[in-house]
């Protein structure tokens, strides 16, 4: 009885704070449409200004109603319902779509395959999609591009799981070098991906458009639509001459689209996706094998490598070049806890070595302390080839080494090649002003190579006759060959001519 009096007492208490504090009454109408004289009220109206509307409410048109987006009261059960809630282009109608469907539909592992592939991925492109207010189907297009593999490579050299060309890459700053390549990145390669098509649909100011000029160059769009202009023809994706893969390539979107939009009317099975992050991001500060990583993560090296591909199959993360990883969100908390466990133990078994010259792959080898093969497998070094001064390898780290490899070498590095060339030891004597660079460039080899050989700086000058040590080509070793021996004929025939010239003018009369 006690606690019913004191429940009594708290709700007339509370009646009464509304009233003084100018809350609105949803028995009083007058209320709601009236301004409140109180300077309570006035408060009040500031505060809950946004919630309650001022005035007389106002009937909105048809047109008012389709333009605000409604709010769905539930969350999306998984993440190919929330897809198919942001669904944003228009539909393409076509026989090509119902042929897509059905070349689709009758292999139903490799959809089944394609779509536990994206499991690790979709979320995170469908939220940056939503972002930016695009439409969300465009989530589904790795599966055209790359079937959501983040490792595939075309045969024209595109890359990653939106199948960037290397120059398109490099304009969207994704990097590429010796030790990463950002167009199979999981977070880079999708913001570039997404700030190209919203480019591609600014320019065109058409999703299917858009689309084609992803696939097929956005020049080589412009110029059909150029060319239908002229001819006085349509100008929509259906209207323009394109090859046939970009003529497949909408309709496989809208194929896969009206798959995602009613699995069941095509007889397939889509895994079960949950809406909610796969991954987040994990800080690195210092260099670290990937091994290492793995295993402090307590996940499989393949399943860190499916969220951290833009490393390929090179063992070492360096820190200065790649400041954050991605792991599975449990795992990402055991990561940070078994590294603090780990203490101040060795985590990198890696660093970067750059060739002092051009050098076969076996001498590179020899000098860090490596088999061939191992050079070879690590640097991913094809055969018939040489190591061109200047490139950046990975080596095995030194015990006693304890700084991490540098911002620019980390960042910047290149690992370039030469054609594989029999280089054989040639002795020749400098000619009058010959130095380092110019018999560089003349024979075609590094200034580096060049003051290595010879024990001195890349800045030197050798002396007229001086012995100078080359490493060239059969066939450069044979032209600076006869090149020396014709500056030797020349030599012994001026010195006839010395020798000679006083005969003659002594029988001139």
């Given at each position: 009885m006690k606690f019913l009096k004191l429940a009594c007492l708290s709700g007339l208490l509370w009646l009464t704070g509304c009233a003084s504090t100018g809350i609105t009454s949803l028995s009083n109408p007058d209320a709601i449409h009236g301004p409140s004289t109180a300077t309570s009220g006035n408060q009040a109206a500031g505060a809950y200004g946004s919630l309650i509307p001022s005035g007389e409410l106002q009937p909105i048109t048809a047109a008012q109603a389709a333009s605000r987006a409604v709010t769905e009261l539930a969350a999306p059960a998984d993440i190919w319902?929330?897809?198919?809630?942001?669904?944003?282009?228009?539909?393409?109608e076509s026989d090509l779509v119902v042929d897509r469907e059905q070349w689709y539909t009758t292999r139903p592992d490799y959809i089944l395959r394609m779509a536990e592939r994206s499991n690790k991925y979709l979320f995170h492109i469908v939220e940056e999609l939503e972002r930016r207010n695009m439409p969300s189907e465009l989530a589904l297009l790795p599966f055209v591009e790359s079937a959501f593999n983040p490792q595939a490579v075309s045969t024209a050299k595109a890359a990653g799981m939106w199948q960037f060309m290397p120059a398109t890459g490099k304009s969207f700053d994704l990097k590429q070098n010796a030790f990463r390549d950002d167009r199979r990145d999981v977070l880079a390669s999708t913001r570039a991906a997404l700030d190209y098509l919203q480019k591609l649909h600014d320019m065109?100011?058409?999703?299917?458009?858009?689309?084609a000029a992803y696939n097929w160059g956005e020049g080589s769009v412009g110029r059909a639509i150029a060319k239908n202009k002229r001819a006085g023809l349509g100008l929509s994706y259906t209207d323009l001459s394109m090859p046939a893969e970009t003529r497949l390539y909408v309709p496989k979107l809208q194929a896969i689209k009206n798959i995602v939009a009613n699995p069941m009317a095509f007889n397939t099975r889509l895994p079960l996706i949950g809406n909610h992050p796969y991954f987040q991001t994990v800080d690195i500060k210092h260099d670290i094998d990937v091994a290492l990583v793995a295993k402090l993560a307590e996940v499989t090296v393949e399943d860190f490598k499916a969220l951290n591909p833009s490393g390929g199959s090179r063992p070492v993360i360096l820190a200065a070049g790649t400041p954050q990883i991605l792991l599975p969100w449990d795992n990402?908390?055991?990561f940070q806890s078994n590294l603090e466990a780990f203490g101040g133990g060795r985590l990198a078994s890696w660093t970067v070595w750059r060739a002092p010259s051009t050098m076969k792959p076996a001498e590179a080898a020899k000098r860090v302390g490596m088999t061939e093969t191992e050079l070879r497998s690590v640097n991913k070094i094809p055969p018939r080839v040489a190591i061109k001064a200047g490139s950046s390898l990975l080596v095995p780290r030194p015990t006693q080494l304890v700084a991490d490899?540098?911002?620019?070498?980390?960042?910047?590095?290149?690992?370039?090649?030469?054609?594989?060339?029999?280089?054989t030891r040639t002795v020749l004597k400098a000619g009058k002003k010959d130095s380092v660079a110019s018999l560089a460039k003349r024979y075609r080899v590094s200034p580096a190579s060049v003051a290595e050989w010879n024990k001195v700086s890349a800045s030197a000058t050798f002396k007229a006759g001086q012995r100078v040590v080359m490493f060239l080509p059969m066939r450069a070793k044979t032209l600076a060959q006869s090149k020396a021996h014709g500056r030797t004929q020349s030599s012994s025939k001026q010195a006839r001519n010395k020798v000679s010239k006083p005969t003659r003018l002594a029988k001139q009369p």
């Open positions: 319902e929330r897809i198919r809630r942001g669904y944003g282009m228009p539909n393409l065109f100011g058409d999703w299917d458009l858009a689309l990402a908390i055991i490899v540098a911002e620019h070498v980390a960042d910047n590095g290149q690992l370039s090649f030469a054609p594989d060339a029999i280089l």
